[in-house]
């Protein structure tokens, strides 16, 4: 049995881990590592500039888990879903939002409330109607590479990150 991951505790201690990605393949291999600890109705939120890899680590995560259709970013679709042994996985891209209004305009709060996941691009895109993500990923160009800030906002996000580390 499956159990909804617990939003509502965050972790004692919750800060910013750093992380250095070289190249492209290594951050779609951070993704697979979080992959490890993905669980229904956990919600992972990407920001960062464009090019920055948010899709890349999105690929590389889906990628882990099973995918094996083309990963794109739904920057026009807003969403694209895959389903991974009974468990959908909802890739959100609000880069075309303009107002924050357009995300309950466009109805997608319900996704939020399941037991699908939830990784978004640009979630600062849809302002405050967002509930607060498991684990946020921040990325940033540095030199050739990324920088990766990571925060778990949540048991299950400290349990994802745990995880990962040990795949």
Not at 1 to 22: F, G
Not at 126 to 131: K, R, V
């Amino acid at each position: 049995m499956t159990h909804p991951p617990d939003h509502s505790q965050p972790p004692a201690k919750a800060h910013w881990t750093t992380l250095y990605s070289p190249d492209e393949g290594a951050t779609a291999g951070l993704g697979a590592k979080l992959a490890a600890g993905i669980g229904p109705g956990m919600r992972i939120y990407l920001r960062g500039d464009l090019g920055s890899g948010k899709t890349t680590l999105i690929r590389g995560l889906l990628r882990a888990l099973g995918v094996k259709d083309t990963v794109k970013s739904p920057s026009y679709a807003l969403v694209e879903l895959y389903v991974v042994s009974r468990l959908n996985l909802y890739h959100f891209d609000f880069y075309r939002f303009l107002y924050a209004r357009e995300f309950e305009d466009a109805g997608l709060a319900e996704y939020f409330r399941g037991a699908g996941v939830c990784l978004v691009e640009w979630p600062e895109r849809a302002g405050d109607a967002l509930p607060r993500p498991d684990l946020e990923l921040s990325l940033a160009y540095a030199g050739a590479g990324r920088e990766i800030r990571v925060k778990a906002y949540s048991t299950a996000g400290e349990r994802c990150l745990a995880k990962s580390k040990d795949a």
